[in-house]
């Protein structure tokens, strides 16, 4: 499977974005799919998680209350709102066909990944 992330870009505080992620090369329906992100100097770290049937989805408590993560036939997204300075970041998209629910929040239970969008608030 190979994860495109897409939807970054520039926003002011306060704004909203919406990442998108896209699978090719085959369907990545039966993965579950979660994002994280990475600031300048700083360790990559979960952000939300959606499991593969949709029922069930996680958030970093940096984001929850501010973000969604939602997924359709072909894609992952994820809605952030309220964007502050510290959300600044390139945020991937990774994907793995059998995390368990206690894993979810780990980057080593994902076998796949996309190749990152940048997301820069400005104050």
């Known amino acids: 499977v190979q994860l495109q992330a897409s939807g970054g870009g520039w926003v002011q505080t306060g704004g909203s974005l919406r990442l998108s992620c896209a699978a090719s090369?085959?369907?990545?329906?039966?993965?579950?799919v979660a994002w994280f992100r990475q600031a300048p100097g700083q360790d990559r770290v979960f952000v939300a998680a959606?499991?593969?049937?949709?029922?069930h989805t996680y958030y970093a408590d940096s984001l929850k209350g501010r973000s969604t993560i939602s997924r359709d036939n072909a894609e992952v997204h994820l809605q952030m709102d309220s964007l502050r300075p510290e959300d600044t970041a390139v945020y991937y998209c990774?994907?793995?066909?059998?995390?368990?629910?206690?894993?979810?929040?780990?980057?080593?239970?994902?076998?796949?990944w996309g190749q990152g969008t940048q997301v820069t608030v400005s104050s």
């Open positions: 090369g085959r369907t990545f329906r039966s993965h579950s």
């Open positions: 959606i499991k593969w049937n949709s029922r």
């Open positions: 990774a994907a793995d066909p059998s995390v368990i629910q206690s894993n979810l929040r780990s980057q080593s239970a994902y076998a796949y």
